[in-house]
């Protein structure tokens, strides 16, 4: 494994988090990874040179189950061998039923959850903790000054934002300068070599300020590994793939990453992976990592030990420019109109 600084921060991390959603989730009544099944995975992570390890105070059925396996298995390592981010945001309902303070990123809220995840981790620290989404509802200088405290008591080392657009992290940078609050250093966007719309103008906020991108989703669930085929010319969304997978799983798969882009991309994807000698989700997971102007580190998912051992070979993969820019390119339609959604 090589260990990459993220962005501006002191911080030494693998080229690839390991992300835990699906950590004791159920999906259509089956728990997709339960407790023996995390310990395997992040076992395997650790022993492949992962030591960065992505979480939510949501994750799990109930909330917060996806931290207490994490915690669970932490006891058998050490604190300081590992980075751990969390978030906070979304209704959290590992106490029952989210009342009106269970969510969003008020003060309230916000130390309600550290204290929570602090506990299930078992650890007295955050490395990065990342607000899940923007809030609507509360202004961005209470949140920034609650997460300033967290910072400055020494609970949380860094800050990260997840899910935004780029006006919104500019203005939240902007906030931290003049108001003095450490800022974020760490992003955690949707984006995928597949992805249907153009997350340029947000990378380029990235690239100016130093800030560490850690994309999710970065095989858009597991499309772009291969195993899904296309059912319908005219229909992106129409699809099969092999029983038990995400994409059979959960209804949601489609919308969330299939689109006339993605399909493009992957027929490009699967033609360097042969080039290579390599796999589709280990290309899509390089050319993730071999972004210009920022640090990029995708934060794989991964159901079975064998998958992980997979993805982990994109650390020892290199593009060429050509390949790298074939994938671009196929971004693109052929008179210069993008496949996937306007933006
Ligand atoms: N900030 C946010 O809002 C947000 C949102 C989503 C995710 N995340 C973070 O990002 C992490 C990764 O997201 P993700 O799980 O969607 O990532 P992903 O890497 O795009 O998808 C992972 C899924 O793809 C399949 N897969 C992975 N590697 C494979 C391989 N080599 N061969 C075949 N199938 C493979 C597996 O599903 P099956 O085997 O079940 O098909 C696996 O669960 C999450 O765990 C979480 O930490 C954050």
Avoid at 40 to 63: K, Q, S
Avoid at 222 to 249: H, M, W
Avoid at 279 to 297: K, S
Avoid at 334 to 341: A, F, M, S, V
């Amino acid at each position: 494994m090589e260990y990459t600084t993220l962005g501006a921060t002191g911080t030494r991390v693998s080229q690839l988090c390991f992300g835990t959603w699906r950590f004791g989730r159920e999906t259509g009544g089956v728990v997709e990874t339960d407790r023996e099944e995390a310990h395997e995975l992040l076992d395997t992570a650790y022993e492949h040179g992962i030591n960065f390890i992505d979480t939510a105070n949501v994750y799990g059925t109930p909330n917060g189950t996806s931290e207490a396996y994490i915690g669970d298995w932490l006891e058998s390592y050490h604190r300081e061998d590992v980075v751990l981010a969390s978030k906070v945001y979304f209704p959290f309902d590992g106490r029952g039923e989210p009342g009106p303070n269970d969510q969003g990123l008020g003060r309230k809220h916000i130390r309600a959850q550290i204290e929570g995840t602090l506990d299930r981790l078992g650890t007295d620290y955050l490395d990065i903790y990342y607000i899940h989404r923007w809030d609507e509802s509360t202004p961005i200088e209470e949140t920034l000054a609650t997460l300033n405290d967290l910072v400055r008591e020494g609970t949380v080392h860094y800050l990260g934002a997840s899910t935004m657009a780029s006006w919104q992290l500019t203005k939240a940078l902007w906030k931290s300068d003049v108001g003095d609050y450490a800022r974020f250093d760490v992003t955690q966007p949707l984006f995928h070599a597949g992805y249907r719309d153009d997350v340029k103008a947000y990378l380029d906020v990235c690239a100016d300020q130093d800030i560490a991108v850690c994309p999710y989703s970065p095989l858009a669930g597991g499309f772009l590994t291969g195993k899904y085929e296309r059912v319908d010319a005219d229909d992106p969304t129409k699809f099969e793939g092999p029983e038990g997978s995400r994409g059979t799983l959960s209804d949601r798969f489609e919308d969330f990453y299939l689109s006339e882009r993605g399909w493009h991309v992957l027929e490009e994807i699967r033609a360097v992976a042969e080039e290579l000698d390599a796999t589709p989700a280990q290309v899509a997971l390089r050319w993730l990592m071999e972004q210009p102007d920022i640090t990029c580190v995708p934060i794989v998912g991964a159901r079975t030990p064998e998958q992980l051992e997979e993805n982990v070979g994109a650390v020892d993969l290199s593009l060429s420019d050509a390949q790298f820019n074939r994938i671009v390119d196929a971004r693109y339609a052929e008179d210069g109109e993008r496949w996937g959604h306007r933006e």
